[in-house]
Every structure is written in C-alpha cells, then in structure tokens.
C-alpha cells in the first residue's frame, strides 16, 4: 500500500508541474481536492488576474475567463468578418478599460484598413463608451513594421490594451514572433489582441484562439419577453478553436453596452422562420395544380442569354 501511495503522490506532482509549465489546469486525481492545482494561463499561479466576460458559460470553459495579460488570437475566417472580429476585440477591451485608464493602442496593416475600413470613433464611443481621445491608431505599410510597432508597445506599461491586426498568412508572424508579444505583453501586464483577416490557425504561442463571424441580431427583450419587430443588440458568433482545458466549444454571445459586458443568448428566435416539413402538406399540394407553361418565342426570348458569373463585392473604406 505504502509504494503504492508514494507512486500516486510522485505522478501527481509530475502532473501539477507539467501543467503549470504548460500553462493549464491540472488533472483531479482520484478525486481529492488536493491533487487539484489552478494556474493562471501560461504558467503563473492564478493572482485573480483573468479578463471575466460576464458571460457564465464561456467563462467556465476557458477556465474562468481569457487572461487579462498576454496574447490572445480573434480570427475573422473571411474579410465581411473582419468587422465583428474587430467588434469582439472592443467588447473585450472595454472590459479592460474597467481597471485600467490608459490609451489604447490599434496597430493595422493599410491592406487591413483598406478591406475592413478605419476604426470609427463616434460608433465606438456610442456602442461600448470608449473615449476616441484614448484610441491611438498605428498604421503601417508592411507587417514586418507593423510586428516591430507591436513588439515595442507590448513592453510598455502605458497602455491599457494592443491591438494588432493583420491580414492572410505571413512567414513574419510565426511562433518565435508571437511568442515575443505573448512575453511582452504578459510582463508589462496588459493584453494584446492579434486580429487576423482571412487566415487559417497557424502555430503561434497564445493560448485561446476565438474564431469569431457576425450572428443574426435577435429580439430585443423588455421584462424578459421579447419585443416583436424589433433588433437586439449586436450578436457573435465565436468558436473557441485552440483551449488547453477544453474541446472546442461555440458560442453565440452578445454585447450589452449598457451593462458594458457580454452575455450568453439564452434562446434563439422561437419561431422557425420555415414551418418543419413533417407538419406541413408538400409544397406541390399546398400549390395546387401546377401548370407547365412553354417558353416564349417572341424577341425578348431569343435574345435571352445565360445569366454571368458573379463576382464578390467588396467595401472599401479608409
């Protein structure tokens, strides 16, 4: 029994140090809470110090909230994305903002800028109360300075929270970069937020990676019914893709700017949009008679011709 028991307690020392250089909850073994070591993501003992969404569920699957310090990736899979990535980022860093006073600093790409528009500050100030005069904008033509401008405010304790937002794959921002913010960041004690357009996961030393992507607004809701014809607040979608302590998980979330936090939607729209086909006559009964009518043969037909190819559009802004 006595080798047995000192067997236990060596592979259970072996798992708490292995999680806490890997940054992640430990294992419950055998059920004792004592086996059971809660370190903050990235190896440092939890100090309190996590970014709490307000949103319980989330939270509890990250493993209490994202980390107030560090690096954290937000994906927006395509460029008509890229505005509620960005939106996700500012809900995030307003909750920051709850603690700390200084600026905040949004570093782009003018590629990033030219597809997804430039930061507009009457929209910010109104959805989620951030003061323009506390958002600096870094704009610069090649990412290897954009990475550069990044690297050099991470280490600064005088901003509240980075932004960096890139677009598509690059060779720069690999897992040595990353894992240089992620650091400096997490000394300097602030979070830095690496937005990327258009880019597939990739290697790199943060611990969460949000896939975010635009929701259907709901219903607003007033004394907790939903009020008919009208639209909620704004809605994401987000995948939590890369997480230590969990499979990955979706979400539907939305921001309330007057409480300034996110929250869970409890309930999609009630009422299908489209009645289930096993409760509803066939179409061609619910009709009627259908009628097959011959082609015209007149000019307009015969100069008919094949609808073209489309073609995505895309805004421009900046």
Known sequence: MAPSAVARGTIASLRRQIAKIEGRLAERLGGEAEDIDLVRHGGVPDGGDLLVTGAGRFDAVLGGGLPATGLTEIHAPETRDAGAAAGFALALVRLVLEARQAPLLWIGMTESFREAGLPYPPGIRFLYGIDPARLLV?????????????????????????????????????????????????????PLFLLRQTAGPEPTAAPFRLIVRSAPA???RILGKPLAGSIGPPAFLVEISKNRTAPPTRFTLEWNSHARALQERTAENPVPVVPASEHRAPAAAAAGTLLAFPPSAGPAAAGRQPPGKQHPAHRRAG
């Open 218 to 220: 709901g219903r607003r």
């Open 138 to 190: 870094a704009q610069a033509q090649k990412l290897a300075d954009a990475l550069w401008i990044a690297e050099q405010a991470a280490a600064l304790d005088g901003f509240s929270a980075v932004l960096l937002e890139t677009r598509g794959i690059s060779p720069h921002l690999d897992l040595t970069a990353t894992r240089r913010l992620h650091r400096r960041a997490r000394d300097a004690g602030h």
